[in-house]
């Protein structure tokens, strides 16, 4: 699973896999449309709906972030 989310990371901000800081956003790697667009692909990859309330920064500020919140909605 890890895998397919960073294949889907990779198509939205490649420099996303390589980033070893703690906020995507401060960053510069990722903003409010590229999250939309990163929600939009994940929800298709894993065929989920991601609720609202689930599209925060804390979800999204790293990559690790990021699958953990995949893993809880997919498991």
Do not use: C, P, Q, W
């Not at 401060?26 to 989920?48: K, R």
């Amino acid at each position: 699973m890890e895998e397919r989310v960073l294949k889907v990371i990779d198509e939205i901000n490649d420099e996303i896999r390589e980033y070893d800081g703690d906020n995507l956003f401060e960053a510069g790697l990722l903003d409010s449309f590229l999250a939309i667009d990163l929600v939009g692909e994940l929800e298709e990859e894993f065929d989920i709906e991601i609720d609202a309330k689930y599209v925060i920064e804390e979800n999204f500020k790293t990559k690790e972030a990021i699958i953990a919140l995949i893993r809880k909605l997919v498991s």
